[in-house]
């Protein structure tokens, strides 16, 4: 299994505002997940992005993904108060079950 | 969902004590995790699962111990709890073999005094 490191690890953004988080890993992949924690609860699978996908829609959530330099980019348009949360990334390979998180981006939204 | 049930929710023991979490979950999925989260680790992998009675270590597996003898149930045992084993854990399982997809359960938060 292999880490995604996430970037920034903080973000601070006025409610309306889109929110852009990255996401970097070292060896190929199969598929690329984002997850969403909310403060005290279970991470959320978010949305998944294949290898041989550049981008994906999910509503207000846009991936990206970029092979040849090895990330990701997760951006949430016209954020709301409840996105308020940490999102994790996490890259998997071919035939690996095991996804490891990285220490994840800290979204604030302030209405 | 996967319907995943983490007990207890919540916990507070002393150094030295046994303390044993389970994760139950009423899906029939085959394989199933542990992670613990630290504030400024993110979420490691302690130990898994790929079947009844089939576990492995993760990255951070010193102190515990695992045992699935159901496909429903994933337990962790820390023999003898110390302070650094103080953390929220977490039971998750593969919804989606195809892609490894995670569906996480709500956390247990232990304290070890």
């Known amino acids: 299994s292999q880490q995604g490191e996430e970037d920034p690890q903080a973000l601070s953004i006025q409610e309306g505002e889109n929110a852009t988080m990255n996401c970097s890993y070292k060896?190929?992949?199969?598929?690329l997940q984002w997850y969403r924690q909310n403060s005290g609860r279970g991470l959320v699978h978010l949305i998944l992005i294949r290898s041989n996908e550049r981008e994906k829609h999910s509503g207000r959530l846009r991936v990206t993904l970029d092979t040849s330099k090895k990330s990701s980019s997760l951006l949430i348009t016209a954020s709301r108060a409840a996105d308020t949360a940490s999102y994790f990334c996490a890259p998997s390979g071919a035939g690996s079950y095991q996804l490891t998180f990285g220490k994840g981006t800290k979204l604030s939204v302030i209405p | 969902d996967a319907g995943i049930t983490q007990s207890p929710r919540h916990k507070v023991t002393e150094t030295g004590t046994p303390v044993t979490l389970r994760c139950h979950q009423t899906e029939n999925h085959r394989y199933m995790y542990w992670y613990r989260q630290d504030p400024g680790h993110g979420l490691r992998l302690i130990h898994y699962s790929y079947g009844v009675k089939d576990t492995d270590k993760g990255e951070v597996s010193d102190g515990y111990s695992v045992s699935r003898s159901k496909t429903e149930d994933f337990l962790l045992t820390l023999e003898s709890a110390t302070s650094s084993q103080t953390s929220v854990y977490f039971c998750?399982?593969?919804?989606?073999?195809?892609?490894?997809?995670?569906?996480f359960g709500e956390g247990s938060r232990l304290t070890v005094l």
């Open positions: 998750a399982v593969t919804r989606e073999v195809n892609t490894g997809e995670l569906f």
């Open positions: 060896t190929s992949i199969n598929n």
